[in-house]
């Protein structure tokens, strides 16, 4: 795998709908559909308070799977699928020793964490640019409460 600027990949439309027009109440963040282990892994998460400065908002449909923040908001979901694009080949960032796959649409910008027993997706609007600040953030929780696969495993 090389590591370096994640030029765009794909689009990720029903994600970047349903987070366009939040305002202050409850952000519409689709839940993955995560497996038993996965789920156990993503409920150890600690996530940070506030990321990028920002109040956490609730979630709808309300899952311990799903989180979001500020508005327009950061919105992390964890359990997904391992991304459509994501080959070995596939270009990476990493991020405070944190690999990250990027899927740039318009606006939000969707950040996969890879390389962990349960991929942790999390999609960032402009207005938080540049996108590796959230992602620093974001990933030291990750790093810390979601066990790495082998080395080379995505």
């Given at each position: 795998?090389?590591?370096?600027?994640?030029?765009?990949?794909?689009?990720?439309?029903?994600?970047?709908?349903?987070?366009?027009?939040?305002?202050?109440?409850?952000?519409?963040?689709?839940?993955?559909?995560?497996?038993a282990a996965t789920t156990r892994l993503c409920r150890g998460l600690r996530l940070p308070e506030r990321v990028h400065g920002e109040k956490p908002r609730d979630t709808s449909p309300a899952s311990p799977l799903t989180t979001a923040w500020g508005s327009p908001a950061v919105a992390l979901r964890c359990g997904v699928p391992l991304p459509a694009g994501l080959r070995p080949?596939?270009?990476?960032?990493?991020?405070?020793?944190?690999?990250?796959?990027?899927?740039?649409?318009?606006?939000?910008?969707?950040?996969?964490?890879?390389?962990?027993?349960?991929?942790?997706?999390?999609?960032?609007?402009?207005?938080?640019?540049?996108?590796?600040?959230?992602?620093?953030?974001?990933g030291t929780a990750i790093s810390a409460t979601i066990p790495a696969k082998p080395e080379g495993q995505l």
């Open positions: 795998m090389s590591e370096r600027t994640v030029p765009a990949f794909l689009a990720v439309p029903l994600l970047a709908a349903a987070l366009a027009g939040c305002g202050a109440g409850a952000v519409s963040v689709p839940v993955p559909s995560a497996d080949t596939s270009q990476l960032q990493t991020v405070n020793g944190l690999s990250w796959f990027g899927v740039p649409a318009d606006r939000p910008v969707t950040w996969t964490a890879v390389g962990r027993q349960a991929y942790v997706e999390v999609t960032i609007p402009a207005k938080y640019a540049p996108p590796g600040d959230v992602l620093i953030e974001l």
